[in-house]
């Protein structure tokens, strides 16, 4: 139950994170540099807070892998969403997470089992619902973008699989990556463009969905096989999907209804055990 909880928070933190910066960049709230860089200055000043304010002492202070893995994805998924909408981004984002994650785990030697190719088939094919039938051909440049922030994102990931000290090795992935933030907004030839409800949503993004919610994935992650924790980020284009639609106003329809229960039954095939010992 506990990896449950901790899954699900974090699920929802992803979510959020396509809100918020689709919510500033697509209304000019704030320029897509700044953004990234308050998002993980925020994030960084938040997780730095959480470790040094618990009891506990931090035993892990992040690495330059995962930095700069969690800096490509900041770069990759803020420039993105410049060109395409909350739901495809997010869609493209954890398209690529799976073919990294799942393609990592099957060359690491995981064999999952039959139930769970089942599970990871009802998924795609309800993101494949979706998206294909009628949907039109997003910008390729933010596309490719998102693709690669998916890609760095599903390195992350892998990486903090080994983690024994979440919070104090996400706190110090958001400083290193902060620093490659600040490096990319100073050389970044976009017009800067500040308001304060844009910085709002970049701190809010940086603080909660990203500093707090990165901390509980890395709490979760030892416990789930890299090829479960990419299927189970299945369901966040259809959270993503449903909030766009009610919070900003994206479109929504009855191919993402049927999307839902697949995705939703997929994930579930994947993760209940006891759907294991049938």
Same mark, same amino acid.
């Given at each position: 139950m506990r990896v449950f909880l901790l899954t699900a928070a974090a699920l929802i933190g992803f979510a959020s994170n396509s809100l918020l910066t689709r919510g500033a960049l697509a209304t000019g709230q704030l320029?897509?540099?700044?953004?990234?860089?308050?998002r993980l200055l925020?994030?960084?000043?938040?997780?730095?807070? &959480?470790?040094?304010?618990?009891? @506990?002492?931090?035993?892990e202070h992040g690495s330059w892998t995962s930095a700069a893995a969690l800096a490509g994805y900041a770069i990759g998924f803020t420039l993105a969403y410049e060109r395409i909408s909350a #739901?495809? =981004? +997010?869609?493209?984002?954890? =398209?690529?997470?799976? *073919?990294?994650? *799942?393609?990592?785990? &099957?060359?690491r030697g995981e064999?999952?089992?039959?139930?769970?190719?089942? =599970?990871?088939?009802? +998924?795609v094919a309800g993101l494949l619902v979706f998206t294909v039938p009628g949907a039109n051909a997003p910008d390729p440049l933010g596309t490719a973008m998102m693709a690669f922030a998916g890609a760095c994102w599903g390195v992350y990931s892998l990486a903090g699989r080994g983690s024994r000290d979440p919070l104090g090795a996400?706190?110090?992935?958001?400083?290193?990556? #902060? &620093?490659?933030? *600040? +490096?990319? !907004?100073?050389?970044?030839?976009?017009?800067?463009?500040?308001?304060? !409800?844009?910085?709002?949503?970049?701190? +809010?993004? =940086?603080?909660?969905?990203?500093?707090?919610? $990165?901390?509980?994935? $890395?709490s979760a992650l030892p416990s789930l096989a890299a090829w479960?924790? @990419?299927?189970?980020?299945?369901?966040?284009? *259809? &959270?993503?999907?449903?909030?766009?639609?009610?919070?900003?106003?994206? #479109?929504? #329809? @009855?191919?993402?209804?049927?999307?839902? @229960?697949c995705v939703t039954a997929g994930v579930l095939l994947t993760i209940v055990p006891a759907w294991h010992r049938r």
């Open positions: 320029d897509a540099a700044t953004f990234m860089s308050v925020t994030g960084a000043l938040t997780l730095w807070l &959480l470790a040094r304010l618990r009891s @506990g002492p931090t035993t #739901s495809v =981004g +997010a869609l493209v984002l954890f =398209g690529a997470v799976q *073919i990294t994650m *799942i393609g990592t785990g &099957l060359v064999r999952p089992a039959r139930v769970d190719w089942i =599970g990871v088939t009802l +998924a996400t706190a110090g992935n958001f400083a290193l990556a #902060s &620093l490659a933030g *600040i +490096a990319f !907004s100073a050389v970044s030839l976009g017009e800067m463009h500040v308001t304060p !409800s844009g910085l709002w949503l970049a701190a +809010a993004s =940086g603080s909660l969905a990203s500093g707090v919610g $990165y901390t509980l994935w $890395y479960r924790a @990419g299927v189970v980020q299945m369901v966040v284009p *259809i &959270l993503t999907a449903l909030a766009a639609a009610a919070l900003l106003g994206e #479109s929504i #329809s @009855g191919r993402l209804l049927v999307a839902t @229960g």
